[in-house]
């Protein structure tokens, strides 16, 4: 089958892979659609030294299973469901886990896809797949809030206004009406402005007459930027969030850290159910977000729309 693979560094359609083998409790899934996540960009500049196929964000058909005919979306963390932190509810940290399209485990940038049928989950008729393309980001913007308590009137910032940017200040905006959203590209923060204020910046370096002033500090921005930028922005004892997983290395004294008295949370993935829920209940709003549409065969070019500041969502179109 032609799949999206990543081998020494090298990223390209591999025409002759071969069909996925399924591993006890796995069911083979159709992919119909996968988009490029930042996580993508970043594996293929080196993050995890992964190799194989890429891709972790999909709706597709299970060929089998209890979900067999139904359109789903499927959870990246395939765990034994077996060892002592499986079994104390934390299989998102499965010392054995693989992670698809990240780590030892094949991804969806392909016909189709070997995984857990426990990570699968339905996805309702009344959503478009354009919607349910984005229930796994979406999804890693509730964990926030699922660590994170947000007071009625907390002041947020949210560094960076692309795809996981946007869909975490929805996420907030659900909790404080305080949200404000830093990012460099005038055309992706005009999304936000109906529902945050809005702060163009040219550099992270520059001064800002908020410093010091939020409660809490997210970091979408996919850059070592980010954190040094978050430590400026945190009031003293306030709360820090990092979803910034970057290749390169940090360059950051934690003095400020420390004398601020700053809480750091490292946040993942999340919860599918409430991604779902909130998609189908139109509590988050993700119409018009797919700008670009590739076939797997047009691997070089998609990669390079995913950066540009134009795309917002770039997705391979593969059922």
Known sequence: MKAITLYAGKLGLNAARPE????????????????????????????MGF????????????????????????EINCACRDCDTCLAGRP???????????????????????????????????????????VEPLAAAFQIVDQVPIALGDRVAILGDGRLGFLSAQVLRLSTENVTVFGKHPSKLGRFETFAKTIQ??????????????DVVVDCTGST???????????????????TTVA??????????????????????????????ALAEGAIDVSGLVTHRFSLEQVDVAFKAAVSPDAFKVVFEIG
Request: hydrophobic share 40%.
């Open 225 to 243: 930027t980010g954190l040094p930028m978050a430590i400026r922005l945190a009031r003293p004892r306030g709360t820090i969030v990092l979803k």
């Open 92 to 134: 998102t940290h499965c010392p054995h886990r693989t992670v698809v399209g990240i780590d030892r485990h094949d991804g969806a940038f392909a016909p189709r896809l070997a995984i857990p049928e426990t990570n699968l989950h339905e996805v309702p008729d009344s959503l478009e797949t354009d919607a349910a393309v984005f």
């Open 20 to 47: 996925p083998v399924r591993k006890p409790g796995e069911v083979l899934v159709e992919i119909e659609q996968a988009g490029i996540c930042e996580t993508d960009l970043q594996l293929a500049q080196g993050y």
């Open 51 to 74: 190799e194989g196929i890429l891709g972790h964000e999909f709706v597709g058909i299970a060929s089998e299973g209890k979900f067999s005919g139904k359109r789903v979306v499927g």
């Open 201 to 214: 910046i040219e550099s992270p370096d520059e001064d800002f007459v908020s410093e010091g002033l939020f």
């Open 248 to 277: 390169n290395e940090h360059q950051q004294s934690l003095a400020a850290i420390v004398i601020h008295e700053l809480r750091v949370v490292g946040s993942r993935c999340g919860p599918f159910d409430k991604a779902l829920r």
